[in-house]
């Protein structure tokens, strides 16, 4: 049982689950949209960030490229909330909802590479 | 990615992680905490505004409570963040600090800085092993020629001094053991301008370090790794040198050998050792006097490696040799030895050095040297004295005692390894005068005496001209033309038209073709070699006058060639109506 390895994984598919939870639900329908689960997936996303931060050369490399990918745009999802509410008093709309929806739903893509990347990393055999 | 960037984020791992944390904990609960509106309405702080306020209360800027003072469920909540965020801060920063403290760290930072610098080298350079006394001559003599040079030395101090030295060029020096492979690499071995497209080519290596095992080290490393890669080596110990020879090292160095070639020198012509002393020095130092050991039975002290050498020298030139040494080993048959200490008295009366002309004082340890020294002006004040120093510091005290030749190792490697990094023609002038006799040699010496500059004269500086296209543009048009030019044509002084610039031709090189001190008149071909003898005052004026052929001709015909299309024209026209009207 190696803890590291748990606890590596578990931040790992904490993110995609988490991203995933924001965005399933209607495209534009800010209801199924809540904020503090952004909040969360962006906290988790960093912290797993962090952990792959000087993981070992081969896999390590790709799979913090992915987490870059990811909180980049779940980063942009939250600047893209905060300027529609509070700056240009645009307010809510469907097309805003749109918006942070797709630059979630790309994060989450991008969490997948890096489960799946874990995944091969864990049941192939390193060279 | 480099191994600097993975060490730093690897130790910045756990800081960033509590930060993270800390800050995680602080939003959420000020989200969380109920807080009171102006009219006391409850109201919550939302995610935009508790990220806000976690930002300018972690790091310490504290703004004030917006947008409504703050209700005092959140003010305790908002005193737990202070300190846990604070502290979090204060963790991440003192955690980069040493970070930067950290030997390990600044060891690869400094390492990865020096390979860098070493890839950017856009000229040929030389790579030296060890940063001592010869070495930083040498390093003085290469950046003053603009050559780049890289240093290797195990000893911080060294690299410390170089550091303080101020050269013509950037000298990248590294700390480290010259004979690991990984640390030649960096130092840019393997540069060579064939491959890859790459700008900077090592020349040459030169170990100079004071352990023979680690010049063969790094002499066997460039010669397997580089095969054509020129390696100058100091050696002293006999086995060592064999096995540099086994590689093929190109130019090995042993102070003693050269020493004993230097007394062999000394011994046959000494107008021919004064002026090999005299070329192979440092340029504007003080001229050495000329040395005149005297005929008759020598003594030699100290029967160890430089003993032996010396003593075959001796003998070969028909010499009287009584050895004095303490515990004799492998004495071959033949030898006049004598058992005993050099340094006592009688000892030495009864080597028959009151009949003796001379002594070589040749033992590895100063104080002793020193000593004997003393003890031999006793008992015989007109003796020809060569001695030998053993350690650099020891300077001052030998030059306090009445010596005629004194071996002083560094000197010796500094001016062989000087004669052999300078021009090539230098090193074949030298080859050449070693087969010469007295005679030439006085004649050489009477005409350098008349072009020393300095009051006292001051050795000569040495340079060559290259009758190349890029070299001397002047000259290489002028010959190009068709025109004679002679030697003397050269060194014409440009200010007034019949003195001549005080400096000799030594050697000029046409092909395959080595004509030694050549005539004034000699006429020049294109791609000769020449080396001159002055000073540098001289070598400037000349390289003027060779570059531009508008004074080249105004030297050599008294006319100024018309410059520019215009006045060239007219000259033509000039000179057509001449051929018109006078024909001849």
């Known amino acids: ?127 | 990615m480099n191994p600097i960037t993975i060490f730093f984020i690897r130790r910045m791992r756990m800081p960033l992680m509590v930060l993270l944390m800390a800050y995680t904990i602080s939003i959420i609960g000020l989200v969380l905490v109920p807080g009171v509106e102006v009219d006391g309405e409850p109201w919550r702080m939302g995610l935009f505004h508790a990220i806000y306020f976690v930002s300018f209360m972690a790091t310490t800027i504290g703004l004030g409570e917006i947008p409504y003072p703050l209700s005092d469920g959140q003010r305790l909540w908002v005193m737990f963040s202070i300190y846990i965020s604070v502290i979090a801060w204060l963790y991440a920063i003192g955690s980069i600090l040493a970070l930067f403290q950290d030997p390990k760290f600044r060891r690869a930072l400094i390492r990865s800085r020096f390979k860098s610098t070493v890839a950017k080298i856009r000229d040929p350079y030389y790579i030296i092993c060890g940063y001592g006394n010869v070495g930083s001559s040498l390093v003085h003599l290469l950046t003053e020629r603009h050559t780049h040079v890289v240093v290797i030395d195990n000893d911080q101090e060294c690299i410390d001094r170089l550091d303080m030295e101020a050269y013509d060029l950037d000298v990248p020096a590294l700390c480290a053991d010259a004979s690991a492979m990984d640390v030649l690499i960096d130092a840019g071995l393997l540069h060579d301008k064939q491959g890859k497209g790459r700008k900077s080519t090592c020349v040459g290596i030169i170990a100079l370090t004071s352990s023979d095992e680690v010049n063969l080290k790094a002499s066997i490393i460039s010669k397997t790794l580089r095969p054509d890669l020129p390696v100058i080596s100091r050696v002293e110990d006999l086995k060592i040198e064999q096995s540099m020879e086994m590689f093929e090292v190109d130019h090995i160095v042993d102070p003693i050998d050269t020493f004993a070639n230097l007394l062999s020198l000394v011994l046959k012509a000494p107008s021919l050792h004064l002026l090999r002393d005299w070329l192979t020095g440092d340029a504007g130092s003080d001229l050495t006097d000329p040395l005149y050991p005297p005929d008759g039975s020598w003594i030699l002290c100290g029967y160890g490696r430089f003993g032996r050498e010396l003593h075959e020298r001796l003998i070969q030139a028909d010499k009287q040799v009584t050895v004095i040494e303490e515990s004799p080993l492998d004495v071959p048959e033949g030898v006049n030895l004598l058992q005993g200490t050099a340094t006592n008295l009688g000892v030495l009366s009864d080597s028959g050095i009151r009949n003796a002309v001379g002594i070589v004082i040749g033992t590895n340890s100063d104080e002793v040297n020193l000593t004997i020294i003393r003890a031999a002006y006793l008992l015989n004040p007109n003796l020809f004295v060569v001695v030998r120093q053993n350690h650099r510091e020891s300077e001052r005290l030998f030059a306090n005692e009445a010596i005629d030749l004194l071996l002083e190792t560094n000197d010796i490697i500094a001016r062989r390894i000087r004669m052999l990094l300078s021009t090539r023609l230098l090193y074949e002038f030298i080859q050449y005068s070693r087969r010469q006799d007295a005679q030439w040699a006085n004649v050489v010496i009477s005409r350098l005496c008349a072009v020393m500059e300095g009051d006292p004269p001051h050795l000569p500086h040495l340079w060559s001209i290259y009758a190349k296209s890029n070299d001397v543009p002047g000259v290489y048009e002028a010959l190009k033309k068709g025109r004679d030019i002679c030697l003397s044509d050269l060194f014409q002084d440009p200010r007034k038209k019949t003195r001549t610039l005080s400096c000799v031709p030594l050697l000029l090189v046409r092909g395959k073709s080595e004509y030694y001190m050549p005539d004034d008149s000699m006429l020049i071909e294109v791609n000769d070699h020449i080396l001159f003898c002055g000073s540098k005052r001289i070598e400037s004026i000349m390289s003027k006058n060779c570059r531009n052929i508008y004074a080249l001709n105004h030297l050599m015909r008294g006319e100024n060639i018309p410059d520019g299309y215009l006045w060239r024209w007219l000259q033509r026209r000039r000179n057509d109506y001449d051929r018109r009207t006078n024909p001849r």
């Open chain 1, 1 to 127: 049982m190696n803890t590291e390895n748990t606890i590596f994984g578990f931040f790992i598919i904490l993110a995609l689950t988490l991203n995933f939870g924001f965005f399933i639900g209607d495209f534009d329908n800010p209801a199924h949209h809540n904020v503090y689960e952004l909040f969360a997936a962006i906290v988790v996303n960093l912290m797993a960030m962090l952990m792959k931060l000087g993981a070992r050369k081969k896999t390590g490399t790709i799979l913090l490229a992915t987490s870059l990918v990811a909180n980049l745009q779940l980063i942009a999802a939250a600047l893209v909330w905060t300027s529609a509410i509070y700056i240009t008093e645009v307010g809510m709309t469907p097309e805003v909802m749109g918006s942070i929806v797709s630059l979630a739903g790309g994060a989450m893509l991008a969490n997948v590479v890096s489960t799946i990347l874990l995944i091969t990393e864990n049941f192939v055999v390193d060279s």
